[in-house]
């Protein structure tokens, strides 16, 4: 329950435009803002963003929706475990 929060928080925070999904450029700010939590200096590229997008994306449409945000908090969570 606390990581569906989590993630509602997150998405929400990034589907700037409100349309229910994140496309390329809100997973590019959400990925870059993440290197930044983490101290890293570089930038994602466009083709990592279309890669990451590829490997979560269960409805082929080329976005990322709440729930297949869910589920790379729920394999980043278990693995950090």
């Known amino acids: 329950q606390d990581l569906k929060k989590a993630v509602d928080a997150v998405f929400n925070s990034y589907d700037t435009d409100k349309s229910g999904t994140l496309d390329s450029q809100e997973v590019t700010n959400l990925i ?8 890293q200096s570089r930038k994602v590229t466009p083709e990592e963003v279309n890669q990451f997008i590829n490997s979560v994306d269960t409805n082929n449409d080329k976005k990322i929706n709440r729930d297949e ?10 693995q950090t475990k």
């Open 69 to 78: 945000l869910l589920q790379i908090f729920k394999k980043v969570v278990t």
């Open 32 to 39: 870059n803002d993440a290197l930044k939590q983490m101290q």
